[in-house]
């Protein structure tokens, strides 16, 4: 028995090749401190790998997903309510180094912390609801504000650092290229009253 194909049935689906995504950055000189952070853990645990460069250092903020195809509607809308938010910049502190789970071998290894956090958590709220509002679908997953310093074979566990501050000073809507390690930011939102973006170490 001849067994027909029809035509188009066995095309693999879109490959996903663009992420947006909103993200907070450390100013640049908060930004080469956590990647001196993160050299001194990759010296002292074995095993660890991916280390980021000073430029792509973040907190992801809210991702709009993953795409095959640039999703023109989708960031016309996103950017529409970024540009709708008024808020002032703000302090944010990070005092607690963990892993997070992941892939096996393959587990973040982050900069977080607690209440040093509590304003960026609720700029978190007001960006998701203007996405929201923005006719855009929002998720209602937790959010565990952190920066990715590297990633380790295992977790470690969680311990406390020097607390490292920086002054949000506006927040940024990134393109990341999948599988090419590349950012290209595609628009910048400054905050109202945005002073010193200067680290201090509290």
Do not use: K
């Not at 991916?50 to 997903?65: I, K, P």
């Not at 529409?80 to 938010?85: G, S």
């Amino acid at each position: 028995m001849i067994q027909l194909t029809l035509p188009g049935l066995d095309v693999p689906p879109p490959v996903a090749e663009h992420r947006f995504f909103f993200a907070a950055m450390p100013d640049p000189d908060t930004a080469v401190r956590l990647v001196g952070i993160a050299q001194r853990l990759h010296g002292e645990n074995a095993g660890t790998r991916g280390l980021l460069h000073a430029g792509r250092l973040h907190v992801t903020l809210y991702s709009l997903g993953d795409f095959a195809r640039l999703p023109g509607a989708t960031l016309a809308r996103a950017c529409a309510a970024a540009r709708r938010i008024d808020a002032r910049s703000f302090r944010v502190t990070f005092d607690q180094l963990v892993s997070f789970n992941g892939r096996p071998g393959h587990c973040p290894l982050v900069l977080t912390g607690d209440a040093g956090l509590d304003q960026l958590v609720a700029f978190r709220q007001r960006l998701r609801g203007a996405l929201g509002e923005a006719g855009l679908r929002v998720s209602r997953a937790r959010f565990t504000p952190h920066v990715t310093l590297l990633y380790g074979q295992r977790r470690l566990g969680r311990y406390r650092i020097e607390p490292i501050s920086w002054i949000v000073s506006e927040f940024v809507l990134i393109h990341s290229w999948l599988g090419r390690t590349h950012y290209d930011i595609v628009e910048r939102w400054p905050l109202a009253g945005a002073g010193s973006s200067r680290s201090s170490p509290d």
